[in-house]
């Protein structure tokens, strides 16, 4: 169990928690690839972009309850809340971060994982 999140993952929370879209998309690095609901977002533009369409829809706000590093990977649980059909979700998180910045983020429903 991890008990101080790496400080990228820790201001991804605090930014989308925020609803800071500027933030939240300095967060990642050049070639970040964020996973979501099927979609792939590439570089902190089209993160940016997606992020905001989800708060300003949906008025996402996100509750940190555990994270484990697996793997090269930060896995984060968290339970996510918002203006959505089954809300409130547990959701993982699951980072790769390499020089303070999210190269990777894949966001899944707890405890499910992907197959990869």
Known sequence: MITKLPQPIETYFQASNSYDSEQFADCFAENAVVRDEGKEYRGPAA???????ANNKLQVKTEVTAAVGQNGETIVTATVSGNFEGSPIPLDFHFTVESQKITALRILLAGVGDGE
């Open 47 to 53: 993160i940016k972009k997606w992020i905001e369409a």
